[in-house]
């Protein structure tokens, strides 16, 4: 069955050019403005949504992006509000936003129980998770209730990964491949490694599942050097970095959705070349 993840990356395939996924922290500064920064970023034509649940001990995101869950974590926000502020913004606006992937530590799901979490995403309005801290080759029992509800289990293949258990990997994966760029935390990098167009062109032969490139990537420019390899782009650091100053007073909250916007669109432009 088609899900609202793989329609994306249809139409994106159709119109030959790449998927451009902006990341997201969900609750920094507030929810109120992730609502606000997702339909800004769906109005810029963002293809989909990664949404960040903050986490205290996150394993592979850089300093950017910890800093973010602290300051989320430091105002006591609940995965229930999380849950609570997406229904909301989704609530009868699936049609109008691009599809949203929860971006979640295992931690989080066990605590919350495997079956009530993916309930719950689901009726939020999130299309797929990707869990970091879950071995992919030991993510069958998630996968199969991702299914059930019809959500994508989106799973991470990083350049250190074996060829064997990559392919263990990709059995249980959905809506597309989360193509880990370097070997190591995420953040905004000057280039991107020779390596990383063999290792696409080789997972190319193991599976139809899109192939989305992310940790690293940070200006338009870099882009055009996976196009052909990959279908889709990632960018979460040279986005989140934005909304440091706006747990300040009187920050300027228009402004700032306005300027990530605007980097979004030109992330969008380079990604249909």
Known sequence: MSSRISEAFSRVQADRRMAFMPFITAGDPDLATTQNLV???????????EVGFPYSDP????PVIQASYTRVLDRKLHVRDIFASFAELTQGANEK?????AMVAYSIIFRT????????AKESGFSGLIVPDLPGDEADDLAALARKH???LVQLVAPTTPPARAER?????????YCISVAGTTGVRQELPEELREQLKWLRTKTNLPLAVGFGISRPE?????????DGVIVGSAIVRHLEPLSK????RSATLRQIGEFAGRMVDACRG
Do not use: Y
Request: proline share 8%.
């Open 113 to 120: 129980g495997p079956e009530a979490f993916v309930r719950k």
């Open 249 to 252: 007073p009187n920050a300027d």
């Open 59 to 62: 394993i592979a995101d850089g």
């Open 169 to 177: 990997i990709l059995k249980s994966c959905s809506g597309f491949v």
């Open 97 to 101: 936003l691009p599809p949203l992937v």
């Open 222 to 230: 870099q882009v055009g050097s996976l196009r052909g390899t990959a």
């Open 150 to 152: 019809d959500l994508d």
């Open 39 to 49: 339909r800004e970023l769906a109005a810029r034509g963002v293809d989909l949504i």
